[in-house]
Nanobody, 125 residues
Framework: QVQLVESGGGLVQAGGSLRLSCAAS????????MGWFRQTPGKEREFVAG????????VYADPVKDRFIISRDNAKNTVYLQMNSLKPEDAAVYYC??????????????????WGQGTQVAVSS
């Protein structure tokens, strides 16, 4: 049974930093590209960042480019999202997702095979 478990969310002041983690189990981690998405009430889940199975390739959504860093530790079956210079508009539930590698890192929801339960990030202004 595949499980993705996010952690690290919380409340932070604008300009601050948070590091999210996503621990994966029940799958061969290196077979999967990994992604982070976020969602606010009434909006579609949106792509934030993705990383290839090896960690050698990354892709970011424009709103987070130069502020967020995605990384992975394949020995620990864990993917991370370092979020810096947080803004109120970054507040959302953040989800990690796994996609069995089929090519380029996908940026759409439907491409991903497994999802975590989400972790809440709140940013005070």
């Amino acid at each position: 049974q595949v499980q993705l478990v996010e952690s690290g969310g919380g409340l932070v002041q604008a300009g601050g930093s948070l590091r999210l983690s996503c621990a994966a189990s029940g799958l061969t981690f290196t077979w999967y590209n990994m992604g982070w998405f976020r969602q606010t009430p009434g909006k579609e889940r949106e792509f934030v960042a993705g990383i290839s199975w090896s960690g050698g390739g990354t892709v970011y959504a424009d709103p987070v480019k130069d502020r967020f860093i995605i990384s992975r530790d394949n020995a620990k079956n864990t993917v991370y999202l370092q979020m810096n210079s947080l803004k109120p508009e970054d507040a959302a539930v953040y989800y990690c997702a796994a996609e069995m590698k089929r090519g380029m890192i996908p940026t759409t929801n439907r491409a991903y095979d497994y999802w975590g339960q989400g972790t809440q990030v709140a940013v005070s202004s």
